[in-house]
């Protein structure tokens, strides 16, 4: 940690800078909606991307608690005393469904979902843990039929039928699967916070504190979507 804010110290008084390198973790909602997009916001305004890394909660915590990581998006809480939290983007996650599925286009009460398959992420991911302390409660039963760690795989299973999931609502505007899935109208909305994580000793270098901003730039134009 210290040879890296001594590097950076040097690189200061560079006349010729062209990049540095630092890593950059995010929970697998980030890696799959937002995280080409940040990268590619980032290359047109520094001319290089930092590397990045994508894996749940846990891993990532594992990897900022041993300064394997620089800075994290991430969308569930963490534990560790040593590692801090600051607001980054508000997301929401809703029911989907494919679009011609008898529960859109049209109001849903809560006792209909009773009755449906789901397919879910992985017991201890962020998704599936705002799903069993958020909408799980408000159910009296439910059929989980398929749990994936993939994202991709979880959509293309609601596709060919498999279930309903639980996801970001970022996933409707993706140009393919925007096409054929919507959200299932429920009485509430269920939004949540995601953050910036770091290690509370991490130094953060210039080029770290431009990536935050691009975000939280990021975060003005894409809060939450209706």
Excluded at 111 to 140: A, C, H, I, M, P
Aim: charged share 25%; proline share 4%.
């Amino acid at each position: 940690e210290m040879v890296r804010r001594a590097t950076d110290i040097s690189e200061l008084f560079r006349a010729r800078k062209k990049f540095s390198q630092f890593r950059v973790g995010c929970t697998r909602t980030v890696g799959t909606f937002m995280i080409a997009e940040l990268m590619k916001g980032f290359e047109d305004a520094m001319g290089w991307i930092p590397a990045v890394e994508i894996a749940n909660t846990h891993a990532i915590a594992e990897r900022l608690a041993k300064f394997e990581l620089d800075i994290a998006l991430i969308e569930g809480p963490v534990t560790d005393p040593e590692l801090v939290t600051e607001p980054w983007l508000e997301d929401e996650m809703v029911v989907v469904a494919p679009k011609d599925h008898p529960l859109t286009g049209r109001p849903v009460s809560y006792d209909e979902l009773n009755n449906v398959r789901w397919v879910l992420r992985e017991e201890g991911s962020s998704s599936r843990n705002f799903f069993d302390t958020q909408l799980r409660q408000k159910l009296s039963s439910i059929h989980v039929n398929a749990e994936l760690n993939s994202f991709d795989a979880i959509i293309r299973s609601v596709l060919v039928g498999l279930g309903l999931t639980y996801i970001s609502r970022r996933v409707l505007t993706d140009p393919f699967y925007g096409r054929y899935l919507t959200a299932v109208e429920l009485p509430d909305r269920f939004r949540r916070q995601l953050t910036f994580c770091r290690h509370a000793d991490k130094y953060l270098s210039p080029d770290v504190h431009a990536w935050m901003n691009h975000c939280r730039a990021y975060a003005m134009r894409h809060g939450v979507i209706e």
